[in-house]
């Protein structure tokens, strides 16, 4: 099963130059099951920022995986952290199909 993990984080300040650094080591992390990261801006909020964290696992705890905890607990050093757990789901029970092209 496919599990999405969202940090999202809105900055009490500015504290770009340290975030940057910090999630780029997000890209050094390599757990099993961990299928991809990806760090998100907000279009018009620059405090706003979103972690995208990706994952294929039979299982996860509802309260997220150990490094999305981990990360989570340390973005609260830059300001508001909400921390959320989505799991891929279809009526059938399995995967929603991937979107390969969106036609008008």
């Not at 500015?14 to 050094?28: A, I």
């Not at 995208?52 to 696992?57: A, C, D, R, V």
């Not at 609260?76 to 979107?99: I, K, M, N, T, Y």
């Amino acid at each position: 099963m496919t599990w999405l993990e969202v940090i999202k984080v809105r900055f009490a300040g500015s504290h770009t130059g340290s975030l940057d650094v910090f999630l780029r080591s997000l890209e050094e992390l390599r757990k099993d099951g961990l299928i991809a990261t990806n760090c998100y801006r907000h279009a018009s909020l620059e405090t706003d920022l979103m972690v995208h964290i990706l994952w294929e696992s039979s299982d996860m705890d509802e309260q997220g995986s150990p490094l999305g905890l981990v990360l989570a607990r340390a973005l609260r050093d830059f300001g508001l952290v909400d921390h959320s757990l989505w799991r891929q789901h279809s009526a059938d029970g399995e995967g929603l199909p991937h979107v390969t092209e969106i036609v008008p």
